[in-house]
Every structure is written in C-alpha cells, then in structure tokens.
C-alpha cells in the first residue's frame, strides 16, 4: 500500500500506456499467426489441392476401345460391379432425352418425323445443334443459374412489392446462354457490368444480380445500418455460393467453421459493396437501331445546317452593318430585357440549364407539385411590367411547353417579392391587368387565374401544346425605388400532376403596354445598345467582342435569318429518340430505389462487426480478398497462377491483384 501511494499520476499513466502497447502487441501477434494458420490450412485443404489428369481405363471388350472417354468410365465401373450396360437407345428415343435435356420439353411430332427421314449420317449433330441455337434452350438452363441468383420479381419480406423492372436481369442470363457467351465476361458483367462496360445495355442488366436477393421495403431509422449490412452480405454470400463454390457468408459472425475463411477476411471483401445500391435508370436496350435511325436523321438534316451556315456567312455580316447605322439604330427602342436569374430553385429537384436565348431548360425530377423560385439584384430603372414565357422544345414530351405527358403546364401561382438594398425583410409586390396569348378557359384555367389563391386554378393551355405561349402581368407603380434590392419571383404548380412549365423565360419592361410577342433583349445586349445610343459617334465603333454579341442577337430579328432557321428547326423536331426502358441494377453513382426507408441508402465505410452485429462495430476495413485463394508464398495452390474466373473477377474488384 505504501509502494503505491509513492507512485504519482503521471508514473501510473505511463504504466497504463505500457501495458496497452503490450496488449496491442499481443493482439497483434495473435491475429498474425492466426492468418498464418488459416494459410497453412488453405494449403494443404482438399479442395483446393491440384487437380490430377487421370487418363480414362483401357477397355478391352472388342469395339468399345472408341468409346467415348465418359462411356469407358462408366463402362469400366460396370464391368468391376459384373452388370453390362443397356442397349443402344433409338434415334426417336435420344431426340425425346436431347429434347428434354437441352430445352425441358419433349419434341414436336413434326421435328420426330422430319429427323427418323434424315438420311444424312449428321443428323444427330444436326439436330442437337438445332436444340443449342433454339432461343428455348436459354430459358431451360438459365433457370438454374436464376435459382442461384436467388432471383425473383417482388422484393418479398411483409409487403413483397413487385419489382417492375427486374425481369430484364432473368433476360440477360437467358440471352448470355444462347449467345454463348463466355463464362469469364457472364461473372464479370453479374459482379461490375457498371464498371466494365456502362454504355452496355447488358452489361447492365447484369448487374441485377448483385440486386435480385429480398429487401424489406419498410425501414426505420433504427433498422437503416443493420438492413444495409444484411443487404451487403447478401451480394457477398450469392457471389461467393454461385461464382466461388464457397459459402463466404458463414463468417460473418465467426471464422468459418468448415472452410479457411476468416472473419476479417469476410469484411474485407464485403467493403467491395460498401456504395452498391439498387437502382432503376432509364436504359435504350436497341442502341445500335438507334444509331442507325440517328445516322439516317443527321444525313438529311445535313442541308438545313449548310443553308443556315451559309446565310450566317454571306448575308447576315451585310444586313447588320446596314442596321448599325446612326438611323437604324436610332429608331430602334427595345422593350422586354430578359432576367439573368442568379439562383434558381426547384422545390421538387429538379434542375436549370440556361439556353442562349435567356431561357431555361427544366430538367430531371418531375415533382405532382412545384416552385420554382428565382432570385436576381433589380438594376432596370422604371419596371411596369413582367412577363413569363412558357417555350417549345425537343426534348420536352410533345415539344412542351409544359412537362406533363400531352405538354401542357398548369400555372397556379405567380408572386414577386422584393427585398430593399441593405434589408433584409421581404414585402410582396401585387401583380395586376394579366392577359396571356392563350388561355385553357375563361375561368379556372386562365391566365387571371394565377394570381388567386386558389391551388387547384391557373393559366393552361390545352389543346395548343408544341407552340411558344406568354403572359403578360403589370404592377402598380414603377419599381424604381427598389433598384439594387433583390427581386424575388415564384411560379407555383400544383394545378395537376407534373403539369410544370419545361422552358421558362422571364423579361421586364417599362411601358405598360409592352406587347406579349415583341422581342426580348438579353440584359447584356440591351446594356450594349443603350451605351450606342448614347455616343455621338456616327460610326458606332464597338470592340469585337461587343460586336460579335450584338450581331448574335441582331440576326434573330432578321426575317430571312427566321425563314432559315425555322425550316431547321422544324426538321429538328424529326430528330429521333432512344427508346428507353426502366432497367433495375445494383451498380454505384446512380439515385437509389427507395420505399419507406428513414434514413441513407449506404455509408461511406465498412466496418469490421463483431459477431455480425452493428452494435458491436470495430475499424474500418479496407477492401481485400481471401488469402487461401491466393497465396503470398508459392504454396503448390492450383489457383495462384491460373485461378477460376470468379477469384480471378472477385480479386480484381478488390483490387487484391
């Protein structure tokens, strides 16, 4: 008692450091020789010793020397059990069993009798050839390789929802058995057909192996780290069961009781599917059909191109020099400047990409409802008006305006806000006189209609989809005293499902009286021509630059350019379009399907459990591979130079060599 007191706290730290660098060491040495003892075990283990050629048995019975090497086997081993073999089974007998075999029904009566006429001595290799190239015999044995897959098209548990596109997983086996296709490139395709080849439409859908396995739809916050890790182990221990012969997943909990698989091990391979989720993304499944009509569009769209190139080039230079001129440019007074928004916002998801006419390609998520709001500083003295464009486009459904399925939008809301330059308090500012260049009807669905508070009315346009359409809405006095604030605009839909507009584009004015289809300067143009107006130079000498951007705009103003372009752009309307199809993979940098889960679809890194459970987790593991399928010294283990292709696969996944 008395030689403890005399130790000090910092003489007791410095014993308690010791002992843990004794015991860190101890640790180590013993997980260290416990890796060298399930290697020494691997080697000499029965299933992974060499395989030895054993050339089949002589036979010596007269006329079965030429027997097929199989035949002499079985025919050897009759022989030592005193038992001979049965006759020589029938043509129409070995059709019936080939049949069977090869495609799981019995031959027709049509294809019996057509093969007992064949003279010819390579019927039996004709037929049996006829049975491999039939689409049937990939549906028969690509059922056994589903069973191992554990496929299935619900995701079953409680709730066992359908799983719509799984199917195309089940169609890739069918299709890679009829084609032949190589076993080495079916594994690798099954394991990281995301990786290996993603523009590969099978290759893709060969991922859904990773992904066929059940998964419970209902997850709470509590269950989300323990669901995921079930859902990792189940990619591991089908990959190991179906590629690798070895039930990996036993040693989840333990090191594995039968085979020389650690624990350690397993987590370090199970880190390989630490950000794999289930995805269903939009596949073109007949790319090369596409390309081929796509080939055919380009070749004729090729002359509208060069006409409208060489109208650029020969005539549009001369008509603008002409029009810059002290006159010309004196008369003319542009009225609507577009918004350049700084910050644009979907409620939904959606997202925005500018075009070079000012306005706004709406892409992505499609929400039932939405709000789009945007923001920018107000510098246009004497705002009276405002007006929002609903655009065609190509790429919407049925060229727009709207992102619902016919095309049309449904407006239900407009609003301004302003925020006073060095404020930080909003106040709305009332919109009044709306008037649009069509409405739906007269009532609920007109342009007057966005301005209410009611969410189920506002402007459409049905049945005038595939055309530019605008509405025009004034204010109550000029907002200059807001110049330098931040204007605030919100366009609310929530008239229908997804019945937003797809290509907005947003002007202001400062005549009241601003028409609904007058031309709209983009804000750097109409800066530019009102510091022209302004010299008194005759010659209006503009830098390049500035000459390049106001000639950009200017031959958008020019009929002939309009003529020219709105020929290409009709034929453009032809252009044709993948035909996409909702595929389910398991693949990485892809939005996961999502149910009812409470919280994130993965975590950014694995951890070693201990005895499986997320409550007991240890450090972080880094990917790895099975020692006893491939080890550091030169063991005599057959897979070290030339292993099956699922190690080989799985190894380069790892990143293991």
């Known amino acids: 008692m008395q030689c403890f007191k005399k130790i000090n706290m910092a003489s007791l730290s410095q014993l308690l450091m010791v002992g843990l660098m004794f015991w860190t060491q101890a640790l180590a040495d013993k997980v260290a020789a416990k890796d060298q003892f399930v290697t020494a075990k691997a080697e000499h283990w029965w299933a992974f010793r060499p395989l030895s050629v054993n050339p089949p048995p002589e ?55 057509g093969f007992m006429d064949d003279a010819s001595p390579a019927k039996w290799s004709n037929i049996v050839s006829g049975l491999l190239e039939s689409e049937r015999y990939g549906e028969r044995w690509g059922r056994y390789w589903l069973d191992l897959a554990r496929y299935a098209e619900s995701s079953g548990f409680e709730h066992d929802y359908d799983r719509p596109s799984a199917y195309h997983y089940r169609d890739f086996v069918i299709k890679s058995l009829n084609a032949d296709m190589p076993y080495d490139q079916f594994v690798r395709w099954q394991l990281a057909g995301d990786e290996y080849e993603p523009n590969n439409p099978l290759a893709m859908m060969a991922t859904g192996f990773l992904g066929a396995g059940v998964f419970p739809t209902q997850i709470t916050a509590n269950e989300v780290e323990r669901v995921r890790y079930d859902a990792m182990d189940d990619m591991l221990s089908t990959a190991g069961s179906a590629m690798l012969g070895l039930t990996v997943g036993c040693a989840r909990c333990h090191d594995h009781k039968a085979d020389p698989i650690s624990s350690m091990e397993y987590y370090r391979l199970l880190s390989t599917f630490t950000s794999t989720v289930r995805s269903e993304i939009e596949i073109d499944l007949e790319p090369e059909k596409y390309q081929e009509a796509l080939q055919q569009f380009e070749k004729e769209h090729a002359p509208y191109l060069e006409a409208l190139q060489n109208y650029e080039k020969r005539v549009i230079p001369v008509k603008f020099e002409n029009w810059l001129k002290k006159d010309s440019l004196d008369a003319f007074h542009p009225i609507w400047e577009q918004i350049d928004f700084q910050t644009l916002h979907s409620k939904a998801g959606a997202s925005f990409r500018k075009l070079e006419d000012g306005s706004y390609i709406v892409e992505g998520k499609s929400g039932d409802s939405d ?38 939008f449904g407006l239900s809301r407009i609003r301004v806000f302003i925020t006073r330059k060095g404020e930080t308090e909003s106040e709305e500012i009332p919109l009044i006189r709306p008037r649009a260049t069509f409405q739906q009807n007269d009532k609920n669905l007109s342009v007057a209609a966005a301005l209410d508070e009611n969410p189920n009315s506002g402007w459409a346009v049905d049945p005038q989809f595939g055309d530019n359409h605008a509405a025009v809405f004034e204010f109550n006095e000029p907002l200059t005293p807001f110049v330098g604030g931040k204007l605030e605009l919100h366009l609310e839909f929530s008239v229908n499902k997804r019945h ?57 103003t020019d009929v002939g350019w309009q003529t020219v372009q709105g020929k290409l752009q009709e034929h453009l309307l032809q252009k044709p379009e993948p035909d996409r199809t909702k595929v389910l993979v398991c693949a990485e940098g892809f939005p996961a399907v999502r149910m009812h889960s409470q919280g994130a679809d993965f975590f950014e890194k694995t951890y070693f459990l201990k005895r499986g459970s997320t409550n007991s987790k240890g450090k972080v593991v880094n990917q790895g591979f099975i020692k006893a399928l491939h080890p550091e010294g030169d063991s005599g283990n057959p897979w070290k130079h030339d292993p099956p292709e699922g190690v080989k696969i799985l190894r380069q996944k790892t990143g293991s060599g």
Do not use: C
């Open 59 to 113: 036979m010596n019975q007269a006329g079965q020397i030429s027997l097929h090497p199989i035949d002499r086997w079985v025919f050897s081993h009759l022989h030592e059990k005193g038992l001979q073999p049965n006759p020589q089974a029938d043509h129409r007998v070995l059709l019936r069993r080939a049949s069977f075999d090869l495609q799981g029904i019995p031959p027709s009566y049509e294809s019996v009798q």
């Open 371 to 408: 709000v789009y709001t945007m923001t920018t500083t107000l510098s246009k003295k004497g705002v009276l008006a405002l007006r929002v464009e609903a655009l065609a486009d190509s790429s919407l459904k049925q060229n727009g305006p709207g992102r619902a399925d016919n095309g049309n």
């Open 500 to 556: 937003s507009i797809g290509r907005p584009r947003i002007s202001l004015a400062s005549d009241r009286n601003a028409g609904l289809r007058e031309i709209t300067l983009p804000s750097e143009v109409a800066t530019l021509l009102r510091g022209m107006k302004k010299s008194s130079s005759v010659k209006r000498a503009i830098i390049p630059e500035d000459r390049h951007l106001l000639m950009e705009w200017w031959k958008s």
